[in-house]
């Protein structure tokens, strides 16, 4: 079945999925619809079912076969080195390669057979990708929704520049963001720029697909709560996303993005949160002495964010926001749904550049 067959289509809806790494969150955005009635989903993300498939090939002592497209690690990743780590063969067409490193030889080098073709005789074929919409499709079917024609889609994107490590990529392309201006709605895009490889493979799968990041989605997101919004248009606000794997924290003034820093979420407490929202707004997080200090990802600041305001109040969403729960913060609800704050902020975005006329 096509993924778009079943069902009433009417224009104007929009399927926006978050990926993350424990859940992929689904909303179908309905105009006219209240929030509350849409239809809304959070299963485990592609990441954790492609993880389960592969170690089940493990368990029945099979060669591994690699299809489809590059995707986020994680899960999957792991049980692929685990599948070869205990002695068993694993091929990989050159786009699902992708996913175990962007360098093909560091693949080659783990000792995948990197392919074209048919996969090897006798091995058992997994699928890659961060979206499954047939599957999606037919478990909607049977309730009479359709997929909607446009979708938008979040996914955390490390890129990829020959020499250059994940996470500095990742960060020259934020600060590259701050640097412009910050306008989170021009993240959504449906030509990721070319070193952000796995928004690419979103793309290619689903011609027409816009993606974005998915930490600026969950912040716009939370800005569709009513408190945090006025609280970001007046004096600012410290917004913060507290993942399954990641936490992403944005100074935002208005819809603007002026500092970022971004950690694994089990590296993070109440103390560590309060020290780097302290020094966010105090303009003193650098991203070298953030890496250095603390281990995390990284961090990215427009040096005049000090003439906007002063950041006084702190949100928090995502399903690890009870790390932070003792520090007085708002716990942001967008429409009444914390874990659908990405989704929300894809639609956000995606209709503020309809009714502003703009194209991608």
Avoid: C, W
Avoid at 188 to 208: D, I, K
């Amino acid at each position: 079945m096509n993924h778009r067959d079943a069902g009433e289509r009417r224009p104007g809806r929009i399927l926006a999925i978050d990926v993350g790494a424990g859940t992929q969150d689904i909303l179908i955005y309905e105009p006219g619809q209240t929030p509350e009635n849409l239809v809304k989903l959070v299963l485990p993300s592609r990441t954790r079912i492609v993880g389960r498939q592969v170690a089940a090939v493990t368990r029945a002592g099979r060669p591994l076969h690699l299809d489809g497209t590059l995707m986020g690690g994680g899960a999957s990743s792991d049980a692929i080195r685990a599948h070869l780590a205990a002695g068993l063969p694993v091929s990989a067409t050159p786009s699902a390669a992708r996913t175990i490193h962007n360098d093909p030889d560091r693949v080659t080098g783990l000792g995948v057979a990197v392919r074209d073709g048919e996969p090897p005789p006798g091995a058992e074929t997994v699928t890659l990708g961060d979206l499954d919409l047939p599957a999606l499709s037919a478990a909607l079917a049977p309730f009479g929704v359709a997929m909607p024609e446009t979708v938008a889609v979040a996914v955390q994107d490390h890129g990829y520049r020959p020499g250059a490590g994940n996470n500095d990529v990742r960060f020259a392309y934020l600060q590259g963001i701050i640097d412009a201006g910050g306008a989170l709605d021009g993240l959504l895009s449906a030509e990721p720029a070319p070193e952000m490889t796995r928004m690419a493979a979103v793309t290619g799968a689903v011609p027409g697909a816009q993606v974005m990041d998915t930490g600026a989605a969950a912040v716009l997101g939370i800005l569709e709560d009513p408190r945090v919004r006025e609280a970001a248009d007046t004096g600012g606000a410290v917004l913060i996303n507290a993942g399954n794997m990641h936490t992403f924290a944005a100074l935002v003034h208005g819809r603007r993005v002026v500092g970022l820093f971004e950690h694994h979420t089990s590296g993070i407490s109440a103390g560590i949160v309060t020290e780097l929202v302290a020094r966010l707004r105090a303009g003193t997080l650098t991203n070298e002495a953030f890496r250095r200090e603390f281990d995390g990802h990284g961090a990215a600041l427009d040096p005049a964010y000090r003439s906007l305001g002063r950041f006084e109040t702190v949100a928090v969403t995502g399903p690890h926001r009870g790390i932070l729960r003792g520090l007085g913060y708002v716990e942001a609800a967008p429409h009444g749904d914390m874990m659908l704050a990405g989704p929300f902020g894809l639609v956000a975005a995606l209709r503020r550049r309809e009714r502003d006329g703009a194209g991608s």
